[in-house]
Structure formats: C-alpha cells, structure tokens
C-alpha cells in the first residue's frame, strides 16, 4: 500500500533537502581547515611587503624559499579543500526531497 507523501516546501515551493547533522559538521570541519592558513598566508603577504633597505640578500633568500614552502603546503591542501568540498556539494544536491 502506497501512501501519499506531501514533500515540505519552502516560501517559493521548493522543496526542501534532507541534511544531516553530521554533513554540517563535515562542511565546518573544512571551512575551520581553511581558516587555519590565515596566519601562515598573513606571514607570507607581510614578507612580500616588506621594502626595509638595504636588503641582506642572504636573509631574503632563506626567508624566500620558507616562505615558498609555506606556500607550497598551502596551494596543495587549498586544492584539495575544494575538490573535497565540490564533491560535497554535489552529493547535497543530489540529495533527496524531505517528505512528511
């Protein structure tokens, strides 16, 4: 026997997704990942906007390559982060409809 299911719809009749709380807290997870580079990348702008002369070249180039490292890391992980969260995003959309 098959009941009749009403899907829940929104102020402009669409219909609503199922999300689980555990989706959400994956979603932050990633988002507080991201954030963590915040400092690390606030180092490499404060580098490169340093203009003190005259410039000890030994120190630059010591200071290019950690910072380059530190770069690196984070170009890595960034894109990771994305195709994760793309794949994630497209699993939410895929989701089904909430039905009652």
């Known amino acids: 026997m098959v009941k009749n ?3 829940l719809l929104t102020k402009n009749n669409q ?3 199922e999300i689980t709380q555990a989706e959400i807290n994956d ?4 988002l507080e990942q991201l954030a963590s580079w915040q400092e690390p990348l606030n180092q490499i702008q404060t580098y490169f906007q340093e203009t ?6 030994k ?3 010591k200071q ?3 910072q380059a490292s530190i ?3 984070f170009n890595q992980d960034f894109a990771k982060s994305i195709e994760k969260l793309n794949k994630k995003l497209d699993a939410l959309t ?6 009652l």
Do not use: G
């Open 5 to 7: 299911q009403k899907k």
């Open 64 to 66: 290019y390559h950690a």
């Open 52 to 57: 003190s002369i005259p410039m000890n070249k």
């Open 59 to 61: 120190k630059l180039v």
């Open 94 to 99: 895929q989701k089904e409809k909430v039905r």
């Open 71 to 73: 770069f690196t890391a």
């Open 15 to 17: 219909p609503i997704k």
């Open 27 to 30: 979603l932050q997870d990633h």
